[in-house]
């Protein structure tokens, strides 16, 4: 199985939407699917089921690791799709603690989640690296950061990639995918120059080249609690997140190859 952090520096770039449609595409592909909300906010539980906040959760397992999967993992009406709601305890397990008091509850979760055989398991996190978001951090196999495409948005990058430093530390085998750009308007000044900015900002192999723009179909497969795919407006977009999973996949093809390389 190989575990992916969605995670940001500030709240507000489209997290939850590349979060849910990025997991659908995973699904779609054939792949074995786990999306597990780990924002207390509940927004990837509130976009698929208006009852995710009855539900037992990822922060209930973190109070109590005795929690049986079975009573966390919710099918979908895609059999190659499933979630973990935030849970009733997300109000209180994320408020406390300080980095690292959770990591090793965080790591028993997705070693439950591997034996449950699981191929990819996409993580929303909270958004800032400190509390839960670090040690989810800190235990995840690879890590996706949503920019949106927005001049406020491409100043927090580089303290991003600072505490992004920090975290390889505890996690070396982190693979840092890139930087994927959210909410681009191409029909706006600001918004393309805001990229390009970013473009010379970071090493090529650090941004995904498969920009998620910005488009009102997100909001309206929100509402009725689907991704953006199910919409028959939102083909267009559906196929945006094919392209950006075969990035992925590529990506980490290629990151298997050189670590097989490096090891002989």
Same mark, same amino acid.
């Given at each position: 199985?190989?575990?992916? %952090? ?5 709240? $507000?770039?489209?997290? +939850?939407?590349?979060? !849910?449609?990025? %997991? ?5 592909? #054939?792949?074995?699917t786990?999306?597990?909300?780990a924002? /207390?906010?509940?927004?990837? $539980?509130?976009?698929? +089921? ?6 037992? #959760? @990822? ?5 109590? /690791?005795?929690? /049986? ?10 059999? +190659? ?5 935030? #849970? ?13 008091s959770? &990591? ?11 034996? *449950? ?9 909270? %958004?800032?690296? @400190? ?11 690879? &890590? ?6 927005? /001049?406020?948005? !491409? *100043?927090?990058?580089?303290k ?32 393309t ?10 090493? %090529?192999?650090?941004?995904?080249? +498969?920009? !998620?723009? *910005? ?9 009725k ?15 945006? @997140? ?13 990151? *298997?190859?050189?670590?097989? @390389?490096?090891?002989?």
């Open positions: 199985m190989i575990s992916i %952090a969605i995670s940001s520096q500030k709240g $507000g770039v489209g997290k +939850t939407t590349l979060s !849910i449609n990025l %997991a659908h595409a995973f699904a779609r592909a #054939g792949y074995n786990l999306l597990v909300d924002d /207390p906010q509940g927004s990837v $539980g509130l976009s698929l +089921t208006r009852q995710s906040r009855l539900l037992s #959760g @990822f922060y209930d397992f973190l109070a109590d /690791p005795g929690i /049986p999967m079975d009573r966390l993992v919710v099918p979908t009406r895609l059999e +190659t799709f499933s979630l973990v709601a935030a #849970g009733q305890a997300s109000d209180y397990e994320a408020g406390n603690g300080s980095s690292g959770h &990591l090793a509850r965080v790591r028993a979760f997705l070693r439950n989640v591997a034996a *449950r055989r699981f191929d990819v398991c996409l993580i929303d996190t909270a %958004a800032g690296l @400190f509390g839960v978001t670090n040690d989810i951090i800190a235990s995840a196999d690879a &890590l996706i950061i949503p920019q949106q495409a927005e /001049p406020l948005g !491409i *100043r927090s990058v580089p991003l990639l600072e505490g992004l430093n920090r975290l390889r530390i505890i996690n070396p085998r982190l693979n840092v995918l890139g930087v994927c750009l959210t909410m681009l308007q191409q029909n706006l000044a600001e918004s120059e805001a990229a390009n900015a970013l473009r010379q900002l970071l090493p %090529a192999e650090m941004l995904f080249n +498969t920009p !998620i723009l *910005r488009d009102e179909v997100y909001v309206r497969a929100s509402a609690g689907l991704p953006v795919g199910i919409l028959e407006e939102g083909k267009g977009a559906e196929i945006i @997140f094919d392209s950006l999973r075969a990035e992925i996949q590529a990506k980490l093809k290629k990151s *298997r190859q050189n670590s097989s @390389f490096q090891s002989h």
